[in-house]
Every structure is written in structure tokens, then in C-alpha cells.
């Protein structure tokens, strides 16, 4: 029988949790799209089960009509759920590379001042739940049509 995509999310956060040191936040990148909702709205339940600080940060690059929808959305969803949240207004230079790759850059820059000391020596205490080998989204659909 194949694993739940809830059990399998959950199991990853556990993980993720248990790599953590304790007193240490854990935080969410949250776009506003599926995945990253999903993802916080998990976390925030794995968090409170196990007593610990979950944050969440979003990035907002202003590259698209909605980008102050996805915003508020953010806002609400970090509200509802208790999760304090961290907008960050960027720039995004696309001189010398793609709008994919020059957004990306900016989200790093925008990382900075919030995980300085991760981000300086190679992220090793960060876990990114879209690095493992399965993609999130077709979780997030079947929990979502379920």
C-alpha cells in the first residue's frame, strides 16, 4: 500500500523538526501558492504538537498583478494559523540573467538578515522539504481533493 500524502508530509516535518536544535524557530518560505500553504499549514500542526517556534517568510518580488494578493493571502493563512510572519519587499535586477534565476537571487538576498549564520556557512542546519525526492504538489492535490 502506498504511503498518505499527509502521513508522508508529516513524517518529513518530523524529520526536519528532530534535525533542529532545540530553542531554534523553524520557518516556512511561503509564496502563497499550494505547496508552500500546505506545507505551513502542516508545520503549524507538527510545530504545536511539539512545542516549538515555527515563522514563516514571504518574499513578495512584485513580478506579478497579484503579487499584493498573494500578500494578503499570506497574511490571513500566517493569522488563522498563528504563524508570525515576515514580508520582505524586493527588487528584482533581471540585467545579466533570467527573470527565474534573478528573482531567485533577490528571495536569497532577502534570506540574509534572517538566516545570516545558515546562509553563511552553507545552509547545513536548513532542510528544504522540495529537495527530497518526491514533488510536494501532487501531495498537496490529493490532500486537497480528499
Same mark, same amino acid.
Given at each position: 500500500?502506498?504511503?498518505q !500524502?499527509?502521513?508522508t508530509?508529516? +513524517?518529513? %516535518?518530523n524529520?526536519a %523538526? $528532530? =534535525?533542529t536544535p532545540?530553542g @531554534? &524557530?523553524i520557518?516556512v518560505?511561503? &509564496?502563497g501558492?499550494?505547496?508552500?500553504?500546505l506545507?505551513l499549514?502542516l508545520?503549524?500542526?507538527v510545530?504545536e504538537?511539539a512545542d516549538r &517556534?515555527?515563522?514563516a517568510?514571504?518574499? +513578495?518580488h512584485? #513580478?506579478?498583478?497579484?503579487?499584493l494578493n498573494f500578500?494578503?493571502h499570506?497574511r490571513? #493563512?500566517?493569522e488563522?494559523?498563528?504563524? !508570525?510572519l515576515?514580508?520582505? +519587499?524586493? $527588487?528584482?535586477d533581471t540585467q545579466? =540573467?533570467?527573470?527565474?534565476?534573478?528573482? @531567485?537571487?533577490?528571495?536569497y538576498k532577502? *534570506?540574509? !538578515?534572517t538566516?545570516? %549564520?545558515?546562509?553563511?556557512?552553507?545552509w !547545513? &542546519?536548513t532542510r528544504?522539504? @522540495?529537495?527530497?525526492? *518526491?514533488? #510536494?504538489?501532487?501531495y498537496a492535490? $490529493?490532500?486537497c481533493?480528499?
Open positions: 500500500m502506498a504511503p !500524502p499527509l502521513n508530509l508529516q +513524517n518529513l %516535518l524529520d %523538526l $528532530a =534535525e532545540p @531554534r &524557530s520557518w518560505a511561503l &509564496s501558492g499550494l505547496d508552500s500553504c506545507l499549514a508545520a503549524a500542526t510545530c504538537q &517556534s515555527l515563522h517568510i514571504h518574499i +513578495n512584485g #513580478l506579478q498583478a497579484a503579487a500578500e494578503a499570506c490571513a #493563512l500566517c488563522r494559523t498563528n504563524v !508570525p515576515r514580508v520582505v +519587499n524586493v $527588487a528584482v545579466g =540573467e533570467g527573470i527565474e534565476g534573478a528573482a @531567485r537571487n533577490a528571495r532577502a *534570506f540574509l !538578515p538566516f545570516p %549564520l545558515a546562509i553563511r556557512s552553507g !547545513p &542546519s528544504t522539504i @522540495r529537495r527530497k525526492p *518526491f514533488y #510536494l504538489r501532487p492535490a $490529493a490532500v481533493a480528499a
